[in-house]
């Protein structure tokens, strides 16, 4: 892969996009590559959780720019479709992804980082969706997934004005978890990672799953999903290990089973 470098480090994998001349931004080659180390660490049974990244001080500036200028509206669609698909995958995998933000998450960046399960900032980094400043709109996911994640009011302020905000206000909005110094903002995502995969991952799966669907139907139809779930926990390995380590004062070893 020319544009995503990926690394392995126990059950923790690590994506960093690397096209740094053009801060990172998101064309076709660069979210090929993006769903091919998507679909390469998914295979890998030993993976429990991902870490998002990217090189130089960009995580991503955006979707292509360049590329896009040209591109009439049927290709357009389909250009926003492979982004959707990609970030929707991001989604679907059964373990978490940390957005360690290392820089500009902008447009397609922003959307990125919001299709990841949650965002760990740099100080600084910078968040924003510009695409009103090129007369479009955000076509990766921003219409949707921001107003969930800030509330509409606060989305419609970031997408209306295109406007940048700081590390610290998307800390504030609840964009961002947590801000990092920059040198220790992968070290803080690997931590929360490493952290996550020591989980019983049925568990996480569950938890993600949950979470992802029952934010879009009723509450009492999630909290059924829910209860069948809980359920749907009790009888496997890792239930019988987590409760029989805590019983035995020791740490338990899940296995996914
Ligand atoms: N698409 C294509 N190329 C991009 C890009 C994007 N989204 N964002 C940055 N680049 C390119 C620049 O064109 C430049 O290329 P060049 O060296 O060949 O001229 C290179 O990356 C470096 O960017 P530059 O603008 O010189 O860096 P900067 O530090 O002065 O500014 C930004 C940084 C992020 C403020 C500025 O690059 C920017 O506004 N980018 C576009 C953000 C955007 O609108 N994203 C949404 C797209 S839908």
Do not use: W
Request: glycine share 10%.
């Amino acid at each position: 892969m020319t544009f995503v470098e990926v690394t392995h480090e126990g059950h923790v994998s690590t994506l960093t996009i690397n096209r740094p001349d053009k801060l990172n931004a998101l064309s076709q080659e660069v979210l090929g590559d993006l769903n091919a180390a998507i679909e390469a660490v998914s295979r890998r049974d030993e993976v429990r959780a991902v870490v998002i990244t990217g090189t130089g001080k960009a995580f991503v500036a955006g979707a292509d720019i360049a590329a896009m200028r040209d591109m009439n509206q049927a290709e357009a669609r389909g250009f926003g479709a492979l982004g959707h698909r990609v970030f929707s995958m991001i989604e679907h995998l059964r373990f978490p992804v940390v957005a360690a933000v290392n820089g500009f998450a902008l447009g397609g960046g922003c959307e990125l980082a919001l299709a990841c399960d949650f965002i760990y900032a740099s100080s600084k980094a910078k968040f924003g969706q510009p695409e009103v400043n090129l007369g479009i709109i955000p076509g990766f996911g921003g219409t949707q997934r921001l107003p969930r994640r800030v509330g509409p009011g606060m989305a419609r302020e970031l997408i209306y004005t295109g406007k940048m905000i700081s590390a610290d206000e998307a800390l504030r909005i609840g964009l961002a978890n947590a801000v990092f110094e920059p040198d220790e903002l992968l070290a803080a995502a690997a931590k929360a990672a490493a952290d996550i995969a020591a989980k019983g991952p049925l568990a996480i799966a569950a938890a993600k799953r949950l979470i992802r669907d029952g934010m879009d139907i009723p509450l009492p139809q999630a909290n059924k999903v829910e209860r069948d779930a809980f359920g749907a926990g009790f009888g496997t390995a890792d239930q019988v290990e987590g409760m029989t380590a805590f019983l035995e004062k020791r740490a338990p070893r899940f296995t996914g089973a």
